[in-house]
């Protein structure tokens, strides 16, 4: 069974930092692309990052240059660094998985959800 587990969400204040984790369990094969969503309230879910093995990092404008993307694929993990954090950066931090060849930098029923961890940023 497909599962990915979020660790690493909490409290900062503007300007602090967090790292988020992820780890994808029951893949007989690493998937392709990984990548972070995030949900403020009253809002849609927005794509933040992605990594793909094929065609490396991308980034959501809002984060690019504060937030950075890395995985693991020996431990099947991805990482989220958040520096800089910002108020409007507050959300529930969603990781999700896609095994096909191209990741897809939106909401898409090609991506399997983990249940999320909470990032309140503090003015």
């Known amino acids: 069974q497909v599962q990915l587990v979020e660790s690493g969400g909490g409290s900062v204040q503007t300007g602090g930092s967090l790292r988020l984790s992820c780890a994808a369990s029951g893949y007989t094969v690493s998937p392709n692309c990984m990548g972070w969503f995030r949900q403020a309230p009253g809002k849609e879910r927005e794509w933040v990052a992605s990594?793909?093995?094929?065609?490396?990092?991308s980034y959501a404008d809002s984060v690019k240059g504060r937030f950075t993307i890395s995985r693991d694929n020996a431990k099947n993990t991805v990482y989220l660094q958040m520096n800089s954090l910002k108020p409007e950066d507050t959300a529930m931090y969603y990781c999700?998985?896609?095994?096909?060849?191209?990741?897809?930098?939106?909401?898409?029923?090609?991506?399997?959800w983990g249940q999320g961890t909470q990032v309140t940023v503090s003015s």
């Open positions: 999700a998985a896609d095994s096909s060849g191209i990741c897809v930098n939106r909401v898409h029923p090609r991506w399997r």
């Open positions: 990594i793909s093995r094929v065609t490396g990092n």
